[in-house]
């Protein structure tokens, strides 16, 4: 990644996006290291963590990440998810989407970034990347295609300035500097698949 020790940084993270992303690569991601990087690289203005949470489970297992990062340095945005029944199943599924905060939010702080880093590779956000370039934004998307298929579109790591593949950050943000077997804390089991160009990486889980 290159920065200017100038740049006006904001990073957003898409937590269900991330966590699909680092299960799928066995990366341990330690949130303390990833926050320093950003750090370092120039003024970090805003570090924020979107996820979905089931508010009605007894037991909610991102609970203790999300109670984490809140008093570590980053800004965390949820909302409920929503359970629905499926119309061909019959089977009761639950979603949680936060595409539309991260965009609205980005759009929103353009105007006092420079330099916006993106960890998600949902195709969704291409239009995104595009308007926030012409406002005078540079992008960074992180996300994989080490995965078959990849994690991230294709047209978003096309329309980024730059895209930057996070196993070349293992060494940076994993645990002990390594990706161990064990991950910090588990996400909502929201059943997150790789996802091809049309994938909106809409969380569900089948109950």
């Known amino acids: 990644m290159h920065f200017?020790?100038?740049?006006?940084?904001?990073?957003?993270?898409?937590?269900?996006?991330l966590y699909a992303t680092a299960r799928s690569l066995n990366l341990d991601i330690d949130y303390r290291r990833l926050l320093t990087i950003f750090r370092d690289s120039g003024h970090l203005l805003k570090a924020n963590y979107y996820t979905a949470i089931m508010e009605d489970?007894?037991?909610?297992?991102?609970?203790?990440?999300?109670?984490?990062?809140?008093?570590?340095g980053y800004s965390v945005i949820t909302k409920p998810t929503?359970?629905?029944?499926?119309?061909?199943?019959?089977?009761?599924?639950?979603k949680g989407n936060m595409d539309i905060e991260i965009a609205v939010d980005?759009?929103?702080?353009?105007?006092?970034?420079?330099?916006?880093?993106?960890?998600?590779?949902?195709?969704?956000?291409?239009?995104?990347?595009?308007?926030?370039?012409?406002?005078g934004?540079?992008?960074?998307?992180?996300?994989?295609?080490?995965?078959?298929?990849?994690?991230?579109?294709?047209?978003?790591?096309?329309?980024?300035?730059?895209?930057?593949?996070?196993?070349?950050?293992?060494?940076?943000?994993?645990?002990?500097?390594?990706?161990?077997?064990?991950?910090q804390e588990p996400e909502e089991n929201f059943n997150v698949e790789p996802a091809n160009e049309t994938d909106d990486f809409d969380e569900f889980a089948e109950i």
Request: glycine residues 6%; neutral net charge; hydrophobic residues 40%.
């Open 82 to 94: 929503k359970e629905f029944t499926d119309a061909v199943t019959g089977r009761r599924k639950i």
């Open 137 to 183: 934004c540079r992008v960074t998307v992180v996300s994989t295609m080490a995965t078959k298929p990849p994690m991230v579109a294709d047209d978003l790591r096309r329309q980024a300035d730059m895209f930057v593949e996070i196993l070349d950050l293992r060494e940076k943000i994993g645990r002990g500097g390594q990706a161990p077997a064990r991950r």
């Open 106 to 135: 980005i759009m929103d702080m353009s105007s006092t970034l420079d330099h916006i880093v993106l960890f998600s590779g949902d195709g969704d956000f291409r239009s995104l990347v595009e308007a926030v370039q012409r406002k």
């Open 4 to 17: 200017y020790p100038s740049d006006r940084i904001g990073l957003f993270i898409d937590g269900a996006n």
């Open 57 to 72: 489970a007894e037991y909610s297992p991102i609970r203790p990440l999300v109670d984490w990062l809140d008093y570590n």
